[in-house]
């Protein structure tokens, strides 16, 4: 039997501390018809002599190292790796998470017995340095049967979960080099607009590293800012009811209003503009919204509402 070749890309910058683990959970795939495709971004560690040493293990054409001379961010990083992609499937994986053994098997199999564009997996989120299991980032049951609206609420997809066509990316298109966050959000709702078959398997099948929690936490601000303005980008996207997008839409901008207020006030007024301009109904639901929650009234946002 002749399996499909999947291209592994993998997008390095300062990764010489963790990219040893990402190579050896793609050394451990029972999936065998693979290549690897590592491009490190501007950075001067020893990433490449550590891909070149998996490579010479691994043995020809099992693994391209390319380099960019200077840093110009994961989505382009991305995008040439994809590029440079000869194989039916690509998947993605950043360097610092892991695949479980089965995980491009469970991923391949479901796409070529469906024929569907796109498949994914929740992953694990594990501690740094304990690797100890904090987490799992996929969707609720709910989530998967409101698709693609629920997509549009939260972003579910870890990208390193991630197995497309190459035929569907080209389709699509690269990653976005211009946006700092929520990128990967931006291109699954890429792949909804380009009305690609998306297929879940429920499987935990790789794991997420989490770097700082402390970090994430107090970049709330940044994220919210980030998906804010991905969902603005795509504010006009058919798949998903107006009635939904305008509440999201309001209840992420204000989310970033709440929180710049006192601090970034130029920034919060941007923001309340855009709610107001984009959605004037959707704001006064979303502030409905956070009224009821600081209220401590029930507050469960669905793609149907809030209830």
């Known amino acids: 039997m002749n399996l499909p070749l999947v291209n592994i890309i993998i997008p390095a910058h300062n990764a010489a501390g963790l990219i040893s683990e990402a190579l050896q959970s793609v050394q451990e795939q029972t999936y065998s018809h693979w290549q690897v ?34 840093n110009q961010g994961v989505s382009a990083t991305r995008n040439t790796a994809i590029a440079a ?6 998947a993605l994986l950043d360097h610092d998470d892991t695949w479980e053994p089965e995980h491009l098997e469970k991923l391949v199999t479901r796409l070529e017995q469906t024929g569907a564009d796109f498949a994914y997996a929740p992953a694990v989120f594990f501690e740094y340095h304990t690797h100890r299991e904090i987490g799992i980032h996929g969707p609720q049951a709910s989530e998967w049967t409101e698709f693609p609206h ?18 569907a990316a080209n389709q699509v298109g690269g990653f976005d080099p211009k946006l700092q966050k929520a990128e990967d959000l931006d291109y699954w709702l890429r792949c909804v607009e ?24 107090a970049d709330k601000r940044g994220i919210l800012e980030g998906h804010a303005r991905v969902l603005r980008k795509h ?3 058919t798949a998903v009811s107006r009635s939904v997008r305008d509440l999201v839409l309001a209840r992420y901008h204000l989310g970033v209003v709440r929180r710049s207020f006192k601090t970034e ?21 979303a502030l409905r ?7 401590g009234r029930e507050t469960r946002y669905t793609t149907r509402g809030v209830a």
Do not use: C
Not at 40 to 68: L, N, P, W
Not at 150 to 167: D, H, Q
Not at 194 to 216: D, H, I
């Open 235 to 237: 504010r006009n996207l």
């Open 289 to 295: 919204w956070f009224l009821l929650e600081t209220l």
């Open 265 to 285: 006030p130029a920034k919060a007024w941007e923001f309340l503009y855009w709610s107001i301009r984009i959605t004037p109904l959707g704001s006064l639901a």
């Open 85 to 90: 992609a000869q194989g039916q499937y690509i």
């Open 150 to 167: 629920s997509l549009f609420n939260r972003s579910y997809i870890p990208v390193s979960g991630v197995v497309i066509r190459r035929s």
């Open 194 to 217: 380009a009305g690609l078959r998306f297929e879940y398997v429920s499987e935990v099948t790789n794991g997420y590293r989490q770097r700082n929690p402390k970090a994430a936490t």
């Open 37 to 70: 495709i590592v491009v490190e971004d501007g950075t001067q560690d020893s990433t490449e002599a550590i891909v070149q040493i998996f490579a010479q293990a691994m043995g020809e054409g099992k693994v391209r190292y390319i380099r960019h001379p200077e």
